[in-house]
């Protein structure tokens, strides 16, 4: 058996890739350029190899991942959105693109260093994305679009792991990143300026508009609707009186909709780009628990499919910052059913 292990530069994909070794697999390391600067990560995924005695490759992936990543980041922000780009390549990058080459290297398998675990279920005859062991690490929720392909071709060794016991395997290996920083950032947006990264990328400036309340009153001048997200308070540059927040943003009107923290909760919201994972369609009302954020704690609500490529979800309680361009996605116990991004309310 051969597999491909998906090599960051980082401790988690080192760790799978001795795992595999461990596993009996044939093991080639391909670290996937996305950015010019990363040299380091390059570097350290390159030792990491040498250490193991494996093959170790280079994807050349900078423009690809300007077309299936960046570009539609930037234009989810110029719409309003908040988008996390993680999902983005994870669909099309590293289970797409890494995918393609692994098959093209004769490999059975893709492994990369993300908790969350793979099983398959007899009864339904399909493959089934589960939360990692330990919820602390849970990636599950960047995973979300993983079709039945891609989850039969792909390992996650790390599912049944703390991080603490991933760090104490790579410290007994040698590792050189044994003790290195996981990445909390997006890796085209180190320093969190998306408003600079987008005006570099697109070459466009956003242009200013007003600030309105929550019935259309005019409250002041904004900088351009990129500069903003649902349930920001910071930076706003507009002195109310009282703490105000971003409610809704309308790149039509380009406008920015200030209210009170209470004007952030809702119910209700819809999601399409829908990819289910556990079952073909929500035939009838479903009672599940959803996340609409990476950070979000997940809650119970009934799930409803409208059509093809539309699902409703009514929470027990009404949520914060429901933001459209973000994903919903849904669980029931430690199964991902699937999942979608978030629409702006019509």
């Not at 992936?61 to 299936?68: A, D, K």
């Not at 039945?148 to 390992?155: A, D, F, S, V």
């Not at 119910?267 to 009838?284: E, P, T, V």
Request: charged share 25%.
């Amino acid at each position: 058996m051969k597999a491909l292990a998906a090599m960051s530069g980082g401790v988690d994909s080192s760790v799978c890739a001795r795992l595999l070794l461990d596993m009996g697999y044939e093991v080639v390391g391909a670290y996937g350029r996305l950015l010019a600067a990363h040299t380091t990560d390059l570097e350290d995924s390159r030792r990491i190899c040498r250490t193991l005695g494996i093959e170790h490759r280079t994807a050349e992936l900078i423009p690809q991942f300007e077309q299936l990543v960046i570009a539609p980041f930037i234009e989810a922000y110029e719409k309003g959105q908040t988008p996390n780009p993680c999902i983005e390549c994870n669909k099309k990058i590293k289970f797409g693109l890494l995918l393609e080459l692994a098959q093209e290297l004769g490999c059975d398998k893709l492994a990369t260093g993300h908790y969350a675990r793979i099983c398959y279920d007899e009864c339904s005859g399909r493959w089934l994305l589960k939360k990692a062991l330990h919820p602390e690490k849970d990636q599950s929720y960047v995973l979300y679009t993983l079709s039945q392909y891609q989850l039969e071709h792909t390992l996650f060794p790390l599912g049944e792991l703390t991080k603490e016991q991933v760090r104490a395997i790579a410290e007994k290996e040698g590792f050189v990143n044994a003790r290195k920083h996981d990445s909390q950032d997006i890796c085209f947006v180190p320093d969190g300026d998306y408003a600079k990264v987008i005006k570099e990328y697109s070459g466009k400036v956003s242009p200013a508009g007003c600030f309105v309340d929550i019935n259309g009153n005019k409250l002041g001048i904004h900088k351009g609707i990129i500069n903003y997200t649902v349930g920001q308070r910071k930076g706003l540059g507009i002195s109310l009186g009282e703490r105000a927040y971003v409610c809704g943003i309308d790149p039509k009107a380009n406008t920015v909709t200030l209210g009170r923290n209470s004007d952030l909760f809702s119910s209700k919201l819809r999601i399409s780009s829908i990819n289910l994972i556990s079952l073909d369609k929500i035939g009838s009302p479903l009672r599940a628990k959803v996340k609409i954020r990476y950070s979000h704690r997940e809650q119970p609500a009934e799930i409803i499919q409208l059509d093809d490529d539309l699902i409703e979800i009514n929470f027990d309680e009404p949520q914060r910052a429901v933001t459209p361009g973000q994903s919903a996605v849904i669980y029931d116990g430690d199964t991902v059913v699937g999942g979608g991004y978030i629409l702006p309310d019509t």
